[in-house]
């Protein structure tokens, strides 16, 4: 199972937008709506921002917000903050009675 | 509050086996699956496996097939993930993560394993 592919770095002034893409196949991000978004700051655990392609869990400000076209999922970030500068990957369900597979990572940097 | 710990850090030689602990709490254990996931330093999240903490099945990566095992103790509301012929690339933290679908949530703190001579 090979990993998603997400750019490897994205940016973004305080205020702006930006959106994070994540390509995989009509076997993985195409073929289900199990799409998740995870953030992950430097030394700790990853946290859960997006769910099941675009739901928010409680308590992830609305400034979060996941989308899916086809074979390739989106995570946009608007009003960026300094404190979304992390790391974030994408995750889906890819089939075969439960594997799932990860993006290789995005950095995002607020500039 | 829904919360999972892991076991200490640990250093092994190539070789030889690793297993790590992930105690839940301020849940039911067996309603969840228990995720596995690595990350090399500096490295991108690995999927590893999952545990049905329910009846017990479990489902790993191809990559990872024939050297990983997950098992769990529900008296202890604990998931186990042992590891064996490590090598030198088996270098990461390795972190538990509760699932249900595609909500993975909370996860461990992580648990640094070493392999080295």
């Known amino acids: 199972q090979s990993a998603l592919t997400q750019p490897p770095s994205a940016s973004g002034s305080p205020g702006e937008s930006v959106t994070i893409s994540c390509t995989g196949t009509?076997?993985?991000?195409?073929?289900?709506?199990?799409v998740s978004w995870y953030q992950q700051h430097p030394g700790k655990a990853p946290k859960l921002m997006i769910y099941?392609?675009?739901k928010r869990p409680s308590g992830v400000p609305n400034r979060f917000s996941g989308s899916k076209s086809g074979n390739t999922a989106s995570l946009t970030v608007s009003g960026l903050q300094a404190e979304d500068e992390a790391d974030y990957y994408c995750?889906?369900?890819?089939?075969?009675?439960?594997?799932?597979?990860f993006g290789g990572g995005t950095k995002l940097t607020v500039l | 509050q829904v919360q999972l710990v892991q076991s200490g850090a640990e250093v092994k030689k190539p070789g030889a086996s690793v297993k790590v602990s992930c105690e839940a709490s301020?849940?039911?254990?067996?309603?969840?699956?228990m995720h596995w996931v690595r990350q090399a330093p500096g490295q991108r999240l690995e999927w590893m496996g999952w545990?049905?903490?329910?009846?017990?099945?479990?489902k790993y990566s191809q990559r990872f097939q024939g050297r990983v095992t997950i098992t769990w103790d529900t008296s202890a509301s604990t998931a186990y993930m042992e590891l064996s012929s490590l090598r030198s690339e088996d270098t990461a933290v390795y972190f538990c993560?509760?699932?249900?679908?595609?909500?993975?949530?909370?996860w461990g703190q992580g648990t640094l394993v070493t392999v080295s001579s």
């Open positions: 993560a509760r699932g249900h679908t595609s909500t993975w949530s909370p």
């Open positions: 301020g849940y039911t254990f067996t309603s969840y699956v």
């Open positions: 545990i049905n903490a329910g009846n017990g099945n479990t």
């Open positions: 009509s076997s993985d991000v195409g073929g289900y709506n199990y």
């Open positions: 099941e392609v675009s």
């Open positions: 995750n889906s369900y890819a089939g075969s009675d439960g594997v799932w597979v």
